[in-house]
């Protein structure tokens, strides 16, 4: 199953704040999002900024126990992906790929893999492909353009770039460029770019630099507490696909 060009993903930690107010943001963001990335509740979320960071110590369930309520309360049909550390499952990758098989999800990415665990990566994509999953790969600006190209022949569901250093912490860095020069690179691969997106000038922007898909995470767990609030910043976003 494929992500539709172009298109704007939406981050939650599952069962953060609780169980219920989780499931009735899914229910919520249905036809306002293409794909929806869902963390894994870890201990040490070092990758992300801090709102989601409080969203990993603050979520109902954690690890994997958490991930099941969306089979267990209701699934949700726009292309879930799984986002979780590897650090936390490197002797379980099967076991991971089975609970995401059961709650329909399509994919697992693990931020950590390239940058810490990259003896993994043959690993994982064999995981993957024999439970019937993707592989999607999350790099940075300063991921090697070898190791680049390298993941984009893997026929994986996306690459995903973090356009700065940590999930919602803009910095003053041309971002734009990053994603031409990765698009270049990776070819028809769908590319997904996120961290600090939040407005519809932006997601135009990127989405004319070269990205297929924009992810907002921060912005909306900023919102939460007002749910009609969340999703009328994801109808605005909208606003800046073609």
Known sequence: MGISRPSLGLYLTATYPSIRHFIEVLNGVRGLVDFLEIGIPTGNPKYDGPVIRVTHHGAELKGLE????????GRYSRVPVLMGYVADYVDSLNETAS???????????????IFDYPELIDRYVEVMVSNGLRPSFFISSKTPYKLVKRLSEYNPLFIYLGLYAATGIKLPIYVEQNVTTI?????DTFLVVGFAVNNPDMVKSLIKAGADGVVVGTAFIQRMSNLESALSLLKWLRGGLP
């Open 66 to 73: 958490a991930v099941k309520v969306v089979d267990d309360y």
């Open 99 to 113: 609970v995401a098989r059961s709650v329909n999800a399509v994919s697992i990415l693990f931020p950590d893999l």
């Open 183 to 187: 698009r270049g690179i990776i070819g």
